[in-house]
């Protein structure tokens, strides 16, 4: 589709009108490209370039003391929670999904994946509230790691529910059908056949979620709370640091060493969570 | 063979009652917040959402009943001024978001050359997936003191005639609705473009080629033929990042300011959102004995939620079919 058309005749007052008013339009789309991708650009650059300044071995061997220190004990706290939230989530949310892509098709699968969207939608904060109210008072687990973990997981269940949902669909029905046709059991057609094939897919959700669950910040800061020392193994009663909560609090500390720490910590969450992105984008999407 | 079936049946039952863990967790977490904003809704009627006045009252003397509730003296729970915060944040964002995500996507679909195309429009998500925490730190650094420094008296030399827009009239830190709204914008900004770029990327060949063919410029291919196509998609695009908007928290309460108890008077005065309000206030609101300030908050919760389901649930009728994870 060329984009010029080659008028032999000269242009009315008209034509020359178009023409400009298009070139002008094209001008403006690439602005507002620009206006999305150097605020990006600029972003990426600035944590970088400051959070790399702070970067050092102590940064990962030491857990910070008030505002100085390293961030052993926030890396760590983060580990466990986004880890600790797949435990949950990913049972329940590649079950669910492969629950809506095989036998969702009635009225209670439109319900599930209605509410599922619903809850994806709900404001973080909101989920944040309710895990303080419930377990942290309710159950007196106090700030700690399971609060957390069980907090980040009710929001990638959903993620991961849709995600796999939409890989499982792709994998072919005669593949369904031949598997049967050998005689295979239900069960064995779901998880040999469908989830085997759908893999990449949910491998893909998998990872996405671990992305959320790494730069969440709203949902921990009543759940997890806030620890300077390491994680001691215990699930309840224990607060928890993690890195996204240095960043928010150590920004606002009127300390060189804090707002070092906080940009070290938002590059680290920012690589995370990029490489996760850029990772499954360019080794599992197809592009056509 | 009847053993078979049996054995089915367990297995579909195992993962039926999985599936039904999300539904019933949502249903949990709405009736929780409910129970325990019960006595607030009861004590605040509906002078919660018509004023302005955010006060815990006198912590420091012992409780007294009003209006059949024990709560400290004085204590008044409105919060008209973090809905106005909220609201005026993301329609803000919105100004800015939906005629640059407009002409992201068009750029994109129509104007970037095939093969750096993917490279492109992965950028554009990969501004959705920053963390918004990152986002505020980015606001915290670079655009609080942009605004403060050129945008903020840029615009009051423009429109400084009127008062809104005077940046004289406010503290002038960058912090405040402007900021929350740029930062606001930035985050919907690739939801909205995406959307539209998936459905501009499925305008059948046929529209374009007979436009062509009617002497149209490409441009006019894309705004006269193919954005009416696509409107009803970008239009739930919108929603879907309003919706987003109104539940942001971390970043906006990085830079809007904090304010409490005031409407904002210009684009540069501080703000609040009922998000950023929850979080920040909940450790002042523990102090109160009587507990109805924290059960104030689990109604502010409980508003934001059936506002953003309400949001939710239009973009979702308007874009039929369409989810917010995006087909990956």
């Known amino acids: 589709?060329?984009?010029?058309?080659?008028?032999?005749?000269?242009?009315?007052?008209?034509?020359?009108?178009?023409i400009v008013s298009s070139a002008v339009g094209w001008g403006l789309c690439g602005l507002a490209f620009l206006l999305v991708a150097v605020p990006l650009l600029d972003l990426v650059l600035t944590i970088t370039i400051k959070g790399a300044s702070a970067f050092s071995i102590s940064l990962f061997t030491t857990s910070s003391n008030g505002v100085?220190?390293?961030?052993?004990?926030?890396?760590?706290?983060?580990?466990?929670?986004?880890?600790?939230s797949l435990v949950f989530a990913v049972p329940i949310g590649v079950g669910a999904g492969m629950y809506l892509s095989e036998y969702g098709q009635n009225r209670l699968g439109s319900v599930i994946r209605f509410l599922s969207d619903t809850l994806t939608g709900m404001p973080s904060i909101v989920l944040g509230y309710f895990s303080y109210i419930t377990m942290v008072i309710g159950l007196g687990w106090q700030f700690s790691a399971l609060a957390g973990a069980i907090t980040l997981a009710i929001m990638v269940v959903p993620y991961l529910a849709r995600i796999t949902e939409l890989s499982l669909q792709r994998v072919p029905v005669q593949m369904r059908e031949a598997a049967y046709a050998l005689g295979a059991q239900e069960r064995t057609v779901a998880f040999?056949?469908?989830?085997?094939?759908?893999?990449?897919?949910?491998?893909?959700g998998v990872l996405l979620g671990l992305a959320i669950s790494v730069g969440e910040t709203a949902p921990?800061?009543?759940?997890?709370?806030w620890?300077?020392?390491?994680?001691n193994g215990k699930l309840t009663n224990q607060p928890i640091g993690y890195l996204t909560y240095v960043?928010?609090?150590?920004?606002?500390?009127?300390?060189?060493?804090?707002h070092a720490l906080a940009f070290a910590a938002a590059l680290l969450v920012m690589l995370v969570v990029l490489a996760i992105n850029i990772g499954v984008r360019v080794v599992l999407r197809p592009r056509t | 063979m009847k053993r078979q079936a049996k054995r089915l049946n367990l297995f579909r039952l195992t993962l039926t009652s999985i599936a039904i863990v999300i539904p019933v967790s949502l249903i949990i977490i709405v009736v929780f917040l409910g129970q325990y904003a019960w006595q607030a809704i009861g004590f605040n009627g509906i002078r919660f959402l018509g004023t302005i006045d955010w006060s815990l009252g006198n912590l420091y003397m012992n409780p007294v009943v009003t209006r059949g509730y024990q709560v400290p003296i004085g204590a008044d729970y409105g919060i008209l001024a973090f809905i106005v915060g909220t609201l005026f944040s993301s329609l803000l964002a919105l100004l800015f978001a939906l005629p640059v995500a407009v002409g992201t996507a068009i750029f994109l679909s129509e104007a970037a050359p095939d093969r750096v195309r993917p490279v492109l429009s992965m950028l554009v998500e990969l501004v959705a997936v920053v963390p918004s925490v990152v986002f505020g730190l980015w606001g915290i650094y670079v655009l609080a003191p942009l605004i403060s420094h050129y945008i903020g008296p840029g615009i009051t030399a423009v429109l400084g005639f009127i008062p809104f827009f005077n940046m004289n009239n406010s503290t002038g830190s960058g912090f405040g609705l402007l900021a929350?709204?740029?930062?606001?914008?930035?985050?919907?900004?690739?939801?909205i473009a995406t959307t539209l770029y998936d459905a501009l990327r499925q305008v059948p060949l046929d529209l374009r080629e007979s436009a062509v063919a009617l002497g149209a410029t490409r441009f006019e291919v894309v705004t006269k033929i193919m954005m009416p196509t696509v409107r009803i998609t970008l239009i739930g695009g919108v929603v879907l990042g309003l919706g987003r908007a109104l539940g942001e928290t971390m970043a906006v309460l990085m830079v809007s300011g904090g304010a409490l108890n005031y409407l904002p008077k210009t684009i540069f005065t501080p703000i609040s959102t009922m998000a950023a309000f929850i979080l920040s206030q909940l450790d002042s609101a523990l102090q109160d004995p009587t507990n109805m300030a924290v059960k104030s908050l689990a109604e502010i919760a409980l508003v934001l939620f059936v506002i953003t389901l309400g949001v939710n649930a239009v973009a979702r009728m308007i874009v039929r079919g369409a989810t917010f994870v995006r087909n990956i």
Do not use: C, H
């Not at chain 1, 921990?220 to 709370?225: E, H, K, P, S, V």
């Not at chain 1, 960043?247 to 804090?258: E, R």
């Open chain 1, 1 to 18: 589709m060329s984009a010029t058309f080659d008028v032999k005749a000269r242009r009315s007052a008209l034509e020359t009108k178009r």
């Open chain 1, 68 to 84: 100085t220190g390293g961030l052993l004990a926030a890396i760590v706290g983060t580990a466990v929670l986004s880890l600790g």
């Open chain 1, 192 to 204: 040999k056949v469908v989830l085997a094939a759908g893999a990449p897919g949910v491998i893909t």
């Open chain 1, 220 to 225: 921990l800061i009543y759940t997890a709370g």
């Open chain 1, 227 to 231: 620890s300077n020392y390491l994680w």
């Open chain 1, 247 to 258: 960043i928010w609090t150590f920004i606002n500390q009127p300390y060189k060493s804090a």
């Open chain 2, 180 to 191: 929350a709204g740029t930062v606001l914008a930035l985050m919907i900004t690739p939801i």
